[in-house]
């Protein structure tokens, strides 16, 4: 480990928090936000920094098929592992690096995001504010709420939620892979459950056309059990693994008719979704560890 971010990369946060134009608190009127390429370039040093040579995007090919058929009118998104607050960066650098079309598949992606990235930490505000984003207040975010004593608080993100789908449906037919998560937040050893699919991942099956797996291998960006920019930094080598596409309606079909007899179907599709990523990962690390 080389220390925390706020440590290693102390000058480059100063930086970024001088240009960034992300809000701090999410309303209906600004759940869409565009990325800002002055954000972008002091964030793409840093990864540059911390990944080791050796490091690459597996399936290129396949992100070029999927960024096509949403240049013909489809709605295409990225499924990607979700293991810190770098995933969307490693993806974002990778795809501008591969050549090609490159650049332009890295800049039509929307990450769907949970608020409290722009809401909690101004400094994590300010990195995200690299890439296009909707944000949301998830799901897990509510599970605590009273009904009675948190009203104001769920009917702010109910608004939120509402805004940002009509937001989603905007863009999503315009040429944009939507990056989603669907563990709907970063894995946590301590915490088992961060890595199992949530429910509500079923519904952007439902809505999507396409869509390709992402698996991420390789730490640069360890998460710690205190505030997120004390998470610990340490360079590596990232394989960033995207899968082939698949149809949506053709996966969900398939996942429901071998779910039959399961009563949740909305988490059987969520768990069938993460038992590929992990596949995936599996696989990658093998060849990943053959490069150290």
Same mark, same amino acid.
């Given at each position: 480990?080389?220390? /925390?971010?706020?440590? %290693?990369?102390? @000058?480059?946060? &100063?930086?970024? $928090?001088?240009?960034?134009? =992300?809000?701090?608190?999410?309303?209906?009127?600004?759940?869409?936000?565009?990325?800002?390429?002055?954000?972008?370039?002091?964030?793409?040093?840093?990864?540059?920094?911390?990944?080791?040579?050796?490091?690459?995007?597996?399936?290129?090919?396949?992100?070029?098929?999927?960024?096509?058929?949403?240049?013909?009118?489809?709605?295409?998104?990225?499924?990607?592992?979700?293991?810190?607050?770098?995933?969307?960066?490693?993806?974002?650098?990778?795809?501008?690096?591969?050549?090609?079309?490159?650049?332009?598949?890295?800049?039509?992606?929307?990450?769907?995001?949970?608020?409290?990235?722009?809401?909690?930490?101004?400094?994590?505000?300010?990195?995200?504010?690299?890439?296009?984003?909707?944000?949301?207040?998830?799901?897990? /975010?509510?599970?605590? %709420?009273?009904? @009675?004593?948190? &009203?104001?608080? $769920?009917?702010?993100?109910? =608004?939120?939620?509402?805004?940002?789908?009509?937001?989603?449906?905007?863009?999503?037919?315009?040429?944009?892979?939507?990056?989603?998560?669907?563990?709907?937040?970063?894995?946590?050893?301590?915490?088992?459950?961060?890595?199992k699919g949530v429910r509500e991942i079923d519904s952007y099956i439902r809505s999507f056309d396409y869509l390709c797996f992402v698996a991420l291998n390789g730490e640069v960006l360890h998460v710690q059990q205190s505030d997120m920019m004390?998470?610990?930094?340490?360079?590596?080598?990232?394989?960033?693994?995207?899968?082939?596409?698949?149809?949506?309606?053709?996966?969900?079909?398939?996942?429901?008719?071998?779910?039959?007899?399961?009563?949740?179907?909305?988490?059987?599709?969520?768990?069938?979704?993460?038992?590929?990523?992990?596949?995936?990962?599996?696989?990658? @690390?093998?060849?990943?560890?053959?490069?150290?």
């Amino acid at each position: 480990m080389e220390g /925390s971010l706020t440590t %290693l990369f102390g @000058e480059q946060i &100063k930086k970024v $928090i001088k240009v960034s134009k =992300a809000p701090t608190v999410i309303t209906e009127d600004n759940v869409y936000q565009e990325g800002d390429p002055n954000v972008l370039a002091i964030v793409d040093s840093m990864v540059e920094y911390l990944v080791l040579p050796g490091s690459s995007l597996e399936g290129s090919k396949n992100l070029e098929e999927l960024f096509e058929k949403a240049e013909s009118g489809k709605a295409c998104m990225l499924l990607v592992e979700h293991y810190s607050n770098l995933d969307l960066s490693l993806v974002s650098y990778f795809a501008r690096m591969a050549g090609g079309r490159g650049k332009e598949i890295s800049d039509s992606i929307i990450a769907i995001a949970g608020m409290k990235l722009n809401e909690d930490n101004p400094v994590v505000a300010a990195f995200t504010g690299a890439y296009s984003k909707i944000a949301i207040c998830p799901s897990r /975010s509510m599970l605590n %709420l009273d009904p @009675e004593k948190d &009203k104001d608080e $769920i009917a702010r993100a109910t =608004a939120i939620n509402r805004a940002a789908m009509k937001s989603l449906i905007r863009h999503k037919y315009k040429g944009k892979l939507v990056l989603i998560f669907p563990s709907g937040t970063r894995y946590r050893s301590w915490e088992p459950d961060t890595k199992k699919g949530v429910r509500e991942i079923d519904s952007y099956i439902r809505s999507f056309d396409y869509l390709c797996f992402v698996a991420l291998n390789g730490e640069v960006l360890h998460v710690q059990q205190s505030d997120m920019m004390n998470d610990a930094v340490s360079k590596d080598i990232v394989r960033v693994t995207v899968g082939p596409v698949v149809d949506c309606k053709e996966f969900r079909d398939k996942v429901l008719e071998d779910a039959a007899d399961k009563e949740d179907k909305k988490q059987a599709v969520a768990d069938v979704i993460m038992e590929e990523l992990e596949k995936m990962h599996v696989a990658a @690390e093998v060849e990943r560890l053959k490069l150290k």
